[in-house]
C-alpha cells in the first residue's frame, strides 16, 4: 500500500515496532469500549470524544479564522462558530458573483444556502478558503468538482429538514385531494362554494414516492399512518419501511399511484425525468407533487397534462429558475390553473428545521477545522481519526496518482519521525491524508511534504 495512494481507503494502525529507515507506526490511544470513544452528533454522525481536549493550542490562532455567512443563515450555526472563538460576518442577502468575490479575500470558512453561487471566479478569488457550508441540502450552488481540486471540502445538511419536507408533501396530498387551495381562494374573493364534488378521502388511496432516501422514507411511514397504500421506486435497491411495497420500474410506479411525489437530487439523469411521456403514463385523475429540484420536472408539460384533465392536480415547491429575492417577479407556466399548489420553495422553512441545519452544518465545518474530520463532506473522502495526546496532527491533500503514499512515508522514515496514526482516503482527483506525528518533527515534515510535486494543501492542525 506504500506504493500508491490509489483505492477507496488506507488505514494504518500497526503495531509500535519500528520498521526499516526509522520509521514507527502506533496505535491510536485505546479506548475500553467503543461506546466510550463515539457519541451522536446533531446531524446523526458519530463523533470522537478523543477529540483534541480543550486548551490545545492550534497551529493557526482561531480568533484569526474568519467565518462569511449569507443568506440569513440561523443563528444556531452563529453562535456555535462564536463558541470556538471564530471571527464572524453575517449577510442577510444572497450576493451575486461579483459582490461574493470581493467579500471573500480573506475569508476561510463560507457559508450559505442555495442563492449564492461559488463559481470559479470565486474560488480564484479566496486563496484562504479551507471549507465550504451549504445551510441545505443542495449542493449545486458550488462547484463540486473544483472545490475538490483545491483540497476544499463541501459540506451541507442532509438530515435536519427531513421531517419539515415530509410534513408539507403530506399536507399536499391533503390539500390537493380536497381542492384546499382554490376553495380557500374562492372564499378569499367573496364566493362561498360548499360542494364535495371532485374531492376525496386519501385513506386507502395509493402514495407512489420516486426516490425512496431521508424523506421519502420517513413520508411513507407517515402516509401510512393516514391508511394510504405506499409504493416506492428508487435507482438503488432499498428496502422499504414497513408495509411499503418497492416497484420495479418508474413506469409501473406511474401507473398504480394516485399521488406521485418525487424526492431526487439534482442531476444530469434527473433533468426532465417528468416530462409529457411520463405525465402520460400516470393514472388519470391523479396528482403530482415536486418538493425536490426545480429541473426534475418539464413544467410546459406538466400545465398541459392539468389543462387537458389528465391531471387532476398538482404541488410544486421548486422551479427550473428562481427569483434571487423575496418580491414580486415570479412566472411559471402553472399559474393561474385550477388545484395547482404553488410554493416559494419553503419545504425546508420552519424555524425547527433551519435551527437544526445550522447546527449540522456548523458542526461538520468546526469538526473540520479542528480535528481535519471530513465525515459529511460531499466533495471529499469522509475521514475521521482520534485524538492522540503528545502529537501534531498534519493534514495532506494531494493529487490521487502512483506513488504519493510512499513518497510521504519515505519522508517520515528519513526524519526519523514517528508516526502515531496515519490514515488516507481517496476520491478519483484527490487524496486526504491525516497523521499524527511527534511534536519534534512536524515542522521539517510538513516542510517536505508541501514540497511533493503533488501536494495540493498541507497544514499543521495542532
Known amino acids: 500500500m ?120 470565486v474560488l480564484a478569488a479566496a486563496p484562504r478558503l479551507m471549507a465550504v457550508g451549504c445551510f441545505c441540502i443542495g449542493t449545486d450552488q458550488v462547484d463540486l468538482a473544483l472545490t475538490e481540486t483545491r483540497g476544499i471540502p463541501v459540506f451541507n445538511a442532509p438530515f435536519s429538514n427531513t421531517r419539515s419536507v415530509a410534513e408539507l408533501v403530506l399536507a399536499e396530498v391533503i390539500a390537493l385531494s380536497r381542492r384546499l387551495g382554490d376553495v380557500s381562494s374562492s372564499m378569499h374573493r367573496g364566493i362561498w362554494n360548499k360542494s364535495a364534488s371532485g374531492c376525496y378521502e386519501v385513506r386507502g388511496k395509493t402514495l407512489g414516492i420516486v426516490g425512496y432516501g431521508h424523506i421519502g422514507s420517513q413520508l411513507s411511514i407517515m402516509a401510512e399512518a393516514l391508511g394510504m397504500n405506499v409504493i416506492y421506486w428508487d435507482v438503488v435497491p432499498v428496502l422499504g419501511l414497513s408495509r411499503t411495497v418497492p416497484c420495479e420500474s418508474l413506469e409501473e410506479l406511474l401507473g398504480k399511484a394516485d399521488f406521485v411525489t418525487l424526492h431526487v437530487p439534482r442531476s444530469d439523469a434527473t433533468r426532465n425525468m417528468i416530462g409529457a411521456t411520463q405525465l402520460a403514463a400516470m393514472k388519470k385523475g391523479s396528482f403530482l407533487i415536486n418538493a425536490s429540484r426545480g429541473t426534475v420536472v418539464d413544467l410546459d408539460a406538466l400545465a398541459d397534462a392539468l389543462r387537458s384533465g389528465h391531471l387532476a392536480g398538482a404541488a410544486v415547491d421548486v422551479y427550473p429558475t428562481e427569483p434571487a429575492k423575496n418580491g414580486p417577479g415570479f412566472e411559471s407556466p402553472l399559474c393561474g390553473l385550477t388545484n395547482v399548489l404553488l410554493t416559494p420553495h419553503i419545504g425546508g422553512s420552519t424555524v425547527e428545521a433551519q435551527h437544526m441545519i445550522g447546527r449540522e452544518v456548523a458542526t461538520s465545518l468546526i469538526r473540520y477545522i479542528n480535528e481535519g474530520t471530513t465525515l459529511g463532506a460531499v466533495n471529499f473522502p469522509n475521514l475521521e481519526m482520534p485524538f492522540s495526546s503528545g502529537t501534531h496532527r498534519i493534514l495532506n491533500v494531494h493529487r490521487n496518482v502512483p506513488g504519493v503514499l510512499r513518497d510521504i512515508n519515505i519522508i517520515f522514515a528519513e526524519q526519523s519521525a514517528n508516526v502515531r496514526t496515519q490514515v488516507l482516503g481517496t476520491s478519483t482527483e484527490i487524496g486526504y491524508l491525516i497523521v499524527d506525528v511527534d511534536r519534534y518533527h512536524s515542522d521539517e515534515t510538513k516542510k517536505a511534504i508541501s514540497g511533493l510535486e503533488t501536494s495540493i494543501k498541507t497544514r499543521i492542525l495542532y
Not at 453562535?79 to 468575490?101: D, H, Q, Y
Open 2 to 121: 506504500l506504493g500508491q495512494s490509489g483505492g477507496s481507503r488506507t488505514r494504518t494502525t500497526t503495531s509500535p515496532a519500528p520498521s526499516p529507515g526509522g520509521l514507527v507506526v502506533g496505535t491510536p490511544p485505546p479506548a475500553s469500549s467503543l461506546m466510550e470513544r463515539m457519541s451522536l452528533g446533531s446531524g446523526g454522525m458519530s463523533r470522537l470524544s478523543a477529540s483534541p481536549p480543550v486548551g490545545t493550542q492550534f497551529s493557526f490562532p482561531k480568533a484569526k479564522i474568519e467565518v462569511l455567512l449569507l443568506e440569513n443563515i440561523h443563528q444556531s450555526a452563529v453562535e456555535m462558530f462564536a463558541g470556538e472563538g471564530f471571527t464572524i460576518r453575517t449577510i442577510s442577502k444572497a450576493l451575486s458573483e461579483p459582490e461574493l468575490i470581493a467579500a471573500v479575500e480573506s475569508v476561510h470558512i463560507l457559508g450559505l444556502r442555495s442563492k449564492s453561487k461559488v463559481t470559479p471566479a
